[in-house]
């Protein structure tokens, strides 16, 4: 089954064929949260992106 992706992140998707690699693609997507991010708060919209670290120790990973 195909996933099913939002209009921002469909958009977002269009990127990845310019992207020479996975981790280009996923530091792409990060600047690019955390640029809406930003934008949003200057509608009153707050919203924060959690860091890898905090995934990482969800997974069973440490801080380090």
């Known amino acids: 089954m195909d996933k099913k ?3 921002l992140m469909s958009a977002l ?7 020479a690699s996975d981790a280009e ?8 949260a955390r ?8 509608y ?3 919203v ?5 670290s905090v995934k ?3 997974n069973g990973g440490d801080w380090n």
């Open 44 to 46: 009153g919209v707050e």
């Open 56 to 58: 990482s120790v969800r």
């Open 25 to 32: 693609f996923r530091t792409f997507l990060l600047e690019s």
């Open 48 to 52: 924060s992106v959690r860091p890898a």
């Open 13 to 19: 998707l269009h990127k990845k064929e310019q992207c």
């Open 35 to 42: 640029t809406l991010a930003t934008d949003l708060a200057t």
């Open 5 to 7: 992706y939002g209009e």
